[in-house]
């Protein structure tokens, strides 16, 4: 064997960016608006997570709305979604016909001050994030409202010097962080630590979440 450098126990994302989102994250943005001044009607009332100043979240129904805009952008998520999951594990098109999805979906918004705490999705394979809306970024606070990934090999950077203080991508240490687009769908194994850095814009910041499990009907 010639001299290789592999990318052993490598994490899978997918990204992928809504093509008409400058005509469909408006009216997402106000449908969610809407059901959020609703208060307790459209609130998750059982949080997985201690709930934290600034941010709302709905109960995890949110692709069973019959509203256009929703059934919009829930197919054009599980086209990307299914589109992952045939690559990553070989499914041919037959395959994937009898391929079940499960779900929970849910929206975020979030204000001045904001932030969700670094978790993961137990009982779920794949989770995904949507965003309508990621809100201004003060000039002076780059990391407002990024989503950011914890490298998952704990241990990397317990020891640290010239040998191994700058490895590229994907060996890195540390995090990786999302700074969102409108319109863009962030893909992730559901096991993977991830957290919402709080938000420090005047507005408000909207993402859609969820989480997927899976079955295969019999041949």
């Given amino acids: 064997m010639s001299f290789e450098i592999s990318p052993v126990f490598s994490v899978p994302f997918a990204q992928d960016m809504l093509p008409d989102a400058a005509a469909l994250n408006p009216q997402l943005r106000a449908l969610i608006l809407a059901r959020e001044s609703e208060g307790a009607r459209y609130a998750n009332p059982n949080p997985s997570l201690q709930q934290q100043p600034g941010v709302f979240e709905s109960d995890f129904n949110l692709f069973a709305w019959p509203d256009a805009c929703i059934q919009q952008l829930r197919q054009f998520c599980w086209t990307a979604l299914g589109r992952t999951i045939a690559d990553l594990n070989g499914y041919s098109a037959e395959e994937m016909k009898r391929l079940q999805i499960f779900s929970h979906t849910w929206f975020h918004v979030t204000r001045k001050g904001g932030f969700t705490i670094n978790h993961t999705h137990p009982m779920a394979s794949w989770s995904g994030v949507y965003c309508v809306d990621p809100g201004t970024t003060p000039a002076d606070r780059p990391d407002s409202g990024v989503l950011r990934f914890h490298n998952p090999h704990h241990y990397s950077n317990y020891f640290l010097d010239a040998g191994n203080a700058r490895l590229r991508a994907p ?16 893909l992730f194994p559901s096991w993977l630590q991830h957290e919402v850095m709080p938000f420090f814009g005047d507005d408000e910041r909207i993402t859609i979440a969820f989480n997927c499990w899976f079955g295969m009907k019999n041949g």
Avoid at 171 to 186: D, E, I, S
């Fill in 171 to 186: 060996y890195h240490h540390g995090t990786w962080n999302v700074r969102f687009q409108a319109g863009q769908l962030v």
